[in-house]
């Protein structure tokens, strides 16, 4: 059995409770994992960073 990382609610063999997803956004169902590895993920974020205006 799983646990939702968003509520930490049991989720079955699922990844993401219904409760989750709606928290994210209501009409949500699923989410997909990237597709990055983690040091292509630091990459692709160190690259957006240098884009960014605050």
Do not use: F, H, Q, V
Request: net charge positive.
């Amino acid at each position: 059995m799983n646990r939702c990382p968003i509520t930490y609610e049991p989720c079955g063999t699922a990844k993401y409770s219904e409760k989750g997803l709606k928290m994210i956004a209501a009409k949500l169902t699923g989410l997909n994992d990237l597709p990055y590895t983690a040091s292509e993920l630091r990459r692709e974020a160190a690259n957006r960073a240098k884009k960014l205006s605050i």
